[in-house]
């Protein structure tokens, strides 16, 4: 199911059960996952491409989601200016013991660049320090005040992602 929110950056490609709140997408062979073994093992595919393409691809992914052989999907709205990529990204999310699977989906739906990336190192890269954060911050042209505030946030996003166990499973929401 396409979950296409204005107010939301993302477009989101989940399971039409998840939507009417199955938030176990995030699994593994129907085991939903701890928090240490998403951290260990989730993880996505990037595909970079204009908005139109994207959203040609997701219509695409859509029926590999609902037969829970892609567990989900999302894209950018509209190009991230501060990231300077000068296209809008694609993450198609699964397990480390099934990304060839869905990288051979992927290829047969005309996808030819392999980038995978750990859910791990997404976070890294968006805490105070992390790559992603701080050009998010740079690009902005914000006060060095509001950039400690977004740093703050973000700690403090992470820290109650994982002590509140379901807090990875509500992703769509946020």
Same mark, same amino acid.
């Given at each position: 199911m396409i979950i296409?929110?204005?107010e939301s950056h993302f477009i989101f490609i989940v399971p039409r059960s998840h939507?009417?709140?199955d938030y176990n997408?995030?699994?593994?062979q129907g085991r939903q996952l701890t928090n240490s073994q998403y951290l260990e093992n989730w993880g996505k595919w990037i595909v970079l491409g204009p908005v139109e393409e994207l959203a040609g691809l997701a219509k695409k992914i859509d029926p590999y989601v !609902?037969?829970?052989m892609i567990p989900a999907a999302k894209y950018d709205r509209k190009v991230i200016g501060e990231f300077k990529l000068g296209d809008c990204?694609?993450?198609v999310y699964c397990?480390?013991?099934q990304r060839e699977q869905v990288w051979d989906i992927l290829c047969s739906l005309g996808v030819e660049e392999k980038m995978w990336v750990f859910e791990r190192e997404t976070m890294e890269r968006w805490l105070p320090g992390g790559r992603l954060l701080e050009r998010w911050i740079s690009g902005r042209n914000?006060? !060095?005040e509001e950039a400690r505030r977004m740093r703050e946030g973000a700690k403090e996003?992470?820290?109650k992602m994982f002590e509140d166990p379901d807090a990875l499973f509500r992703g769509v929401e946020q």
């Amino acid at each position: 199911m396409i979950i296409d929110r204005p107010e939301s950056h993302f477009i989101f490609i989940v399971p039409r059960s998840h939507y009417y709140g199955d938030y176990n997408y995030i699994n593994y062979q129907g085991r939903q996952l701890t928090n240490s073994q998403y951290l260990e093992n989730w993880g996505k595919w990037i595909v970079l491409g204009p908005v139109e393409e994207l959203a040609g691809l997701a219509k695409k992914i859509d029926p590999y989601v !609902e037969r829970k052989m892609i567990p989900a999907a999302k894209y950018d709205r509209k190009v991230i200016g501060e990231f300077k990529l000068g296209d809008c990204v694609m993450c198609v999310y699964c397990h480390f013991g099934q990304r060839e699977q869905v990288w051979d989906i992927l290829c047969s739906l005309g996808v030819e660049e392999k980038m995978w990336v750990f859910e791990r190192e997404t976070m890294e890269r968006w805490l105070p320090g992390g790559r992603l954060l701080e050009r998010w911050i740079s690009g902005r042209n914000i006060s !060095e005040e509001e950039a400690r505030r977004m740093r703050e946030g973000a700690k403090e996003k992470f820290r109650k992602m994982f002590e509140d166990p379901d807090a990875l499973f509500r992703g769509v929401e946020q």
